[in-house]
């Protein structure tokens, strides 16, 4: 093929990176902040079809109805997205947690 450089694909890069931490559960008080103020995200990663994340909810009743309210254009309007509960990984008792997709994507 002569001098031709190769062409690396892979993924496109994200649509979106978020403004703050992608980890807030690793900075230090995360479990005392989550009993403060009943809830807390956990995680955040941008993906091609949106932000994909998780949030901790302090563990009060049984059942919970958690939603992520988000918005596009500095809260001229919002969307909300139903998060589900995560029944797998590690649990201290006292806070559940729930994961939630952003379609953000095309």
């Known amino acids: 093929l002569g001098d031709l450089e190769p062409v690396l694909f892979g993924p496109p890069p994200p649509l979106l990176e978020p403004l703050f931490p992608p980890q807030p559960c690793a900075s230090p008080g995360f479990a005392e902040r989550v009993r403060q103020h009943k809830v807390r995200l956990e995680w955040v990663r941008a993906e091609p ?4 994340g998780a949030v901790r909810v302090l563990n009060l009743a049984y ?5 992520v309210r988000y918005t596009l254009n500095r809260w001229a309007s919002c969307a909300e997205v139903a998060a589900a ?3 797998a990984g590690p649990t201290d ?4 947690r729930f994961a939630f997709l952003l379609p953000l994507g095309a």
């Open 85 to 87: 509960y995560q029944s």
């Open 63 to 67: 059942e919970k109805a958690v939603s």
């Open 49 to 52: 079809a949106g932000l994909r």
């Open 93 to 96: 008792g006292l806070t559940d």
